[in-house]
């Protein structure tokens, strides 16, 4: 039998890796055995600069001090908690830290462990809502071609990345997807938001039209698609997405998994775009990726119309044994704690320009389709190799990991993210490693 410390750091087969090519990660793994502040080291003791904060998620970079020894202190003190009929009060002062910081009137919040239960508890929360109003009529969901809302039932339902839908039969019914917003003819090469395509938001009027108002309870968007490749929406389309769900009845829900905890040089998507949803969804940046840990804030109207009944009822069916964790609860308080110190929520901001600028100057570098930027996120999109999709920017991947830098990519598209403490100089070093990359690719 294997235990822990008898495992050969080279058996590598036990572990079924997540959304990985586990054959060829096998044949030539790639391993961090430690990580500080913008760097990651690797098992051959090289140092790669992290160009996509982990996974859109170390926020403020790697180690830091504050959200370490919070974690450590917790462990010791509470280390769990009941999360039904009981509390801790870390769970407490976290979600009034929360609606501290998100857009007005959204004032309530949900505990999950992940993104990917976030989004199933804003779906469950949406549904639940609509009933108790008296409107259960409205079961239908409504999401977005190219949008990634996590890898369960509900997300991949309202979700539109068919490697992810294909293999897991019928889903959810009565969900429907809007057009996605992706648009290179016209679009190619914009800086922050692209002109053309504010009107596919009134495909969602098609969609009512179809299937009448009173069917359905939600729409759930993410306010720029990350893990899809970084889509940016057109000027003004969100802002018509709520016209139109405010018109019709319809709870308007953002998955910021991506987006929240200052990518976009604020706080929230939601307040980049002016634009307030009925839910805001939220995970990784919470807690700087350290712990697992995600957050739903909802509307008073959405919570005060669950506060009914006998006062010893339980209101909302749902939760999670993790929900508010105490570990996880200081590990995102000491989270907001150095966000607010270092003022990261809003420094995507005051490095938007030399960021836009730094990826703007791949423009014309062989292959490049694309350059695309908002906040501190940015995307370069390449010609796939014909007959090979993928191929190039996994290539492209491979070659910046070897050459000392951290990237993401999707399909022919080669996402960045940083941490959001990146300093100028590192993001001229993350242009001129993929420059350099770019122009030796097949
Ligand atoms: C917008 C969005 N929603 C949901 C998720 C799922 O989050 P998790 O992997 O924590 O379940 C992600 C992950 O990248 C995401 O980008």
Redesign the pocket.
């Known amino acids: 039998m294997s235990t822990s410390s008898n495992v050969a750091p080279n058996d590598l087969s036990a572990f079924w890796m997540p959304f990985t090519a586990n054959r060829q990660f096998k044949k030539t793994p790639r391993m961090f055995v430690a990580a500080k502040d913008m760097h990651y080291t690797t098992s051959d003791g090289r140092q790669v600069l992290d160009g996509t904060a982990g996974?859109?998620c170390c926020n403020a970079g790697h180690a830091r001090p504050k959200i370490v020894e919070a974690i450590a202190n917790q462990a010791a003190e509470l280390d769990y908690a009941p999360a039904f009929q009981m509390g801790h009060p870390k769970a407490f002062e976290l979600a009034n830290r929360l609606v501290d910081i998100t857009p007005a009137g959204l004032d309530h919040v949900l505990f999950t462990n992940?993104?990917?239960?976030?989004?199933e508890t804003a779906l469950k929360l949406a549904l639940a809502y609509q009933k108790v109003k008296g409107e259960g009529s409205r079961t239908r969901l409504i999401g977005r071609e190219r949008a990634?809302?996590?890898?369960n039932f509900g997300?991949i339902s309202v979700g539109g990345i068919v490697t992810n839908r294909k293999m897991f039969g019928t889903l959810l019914a009565g969900v429907d997807h809007m057009p996605h917003t992706h648009n290179l003819a016209k679009n190619a090469f914009s800086k922050g938001p692209p002109e053309y395509g504010t009107e596919l938001a009134d495909e969602l009027e098609r969609i009512v039209t179809l299937h009448d108002a009173s069917t359905i309870a939600a729409v759930i968007v993410?306010p720029v698609?990350?893990?899809t490749g970084v889509l940016i929406p057109p000027m003004g389309y969100l802002k018509r997405l709520r016209e139109i769900t405010k018109k019709h009845g319809i709870l308007l829900i953002f998955?910021?998994?991506?987006t929240g905890y200052g990518r976009l040089g604020t706080p929230f998507g939601a307040d980049y775009f002016g634009v307030t949803p009925d839910m805001i969804?939220t995970?990784?940046g919470l807690t700087n990726g350290v712990i697992?840990m995600?957050a739903v804030m909802v509307s008073a109207e959405i919570h005060d119309a669950f506060m009914q009944g006998p006062e010893h009822m339980i209101e909302f069916f749902h939760g999670y044994t993790y929900s508010g964790n105490p570990v996880a609860s200081a590990a995102a308080l000491a989270t907001l704690d150095t966000y607010r110190e270092e003022g990261l929520l809003t420094r995507g901001a005051e490095l938007a320009k030399t960021w836009e600028d730094a990826l703007h100057s791949m423009k014309g570098l062989p292959h490049v389709i694309d350059v695309r930027n908002i906040g501190l996120v940015g995307a370069i999109e390449l010609e796939p190799i014909p007959g090979s999709p993928t191929k190039r920017a996994f290539s492209a991947f491979l070659k910046a990991y070897e050459a000392g830098l951290l990237v993401r990519t999707t399909g022919d598209i080669i996402a960045l993210s940083p941490p959001l403490i990146i300093s100028e100089s590192q993001i001229g070093e993350i242009v001129s490693i993929l420059s350099g990359i770019l122009k030796t690719l097949e």
Do not use: Q, T
Not at 114 to 119: A, I, K, L, N, Y
Not at 148 to 151: D, E, L, S
Not at 255 to 258: R, T
């Open positions: 996974l859109w992940s993104g990917s239960e976030s989004v990634y809302h996590g890898v997300g993410e698609a990350g893990s998955d910021e998994v991506i969804v995970a990784k697992p995600g």
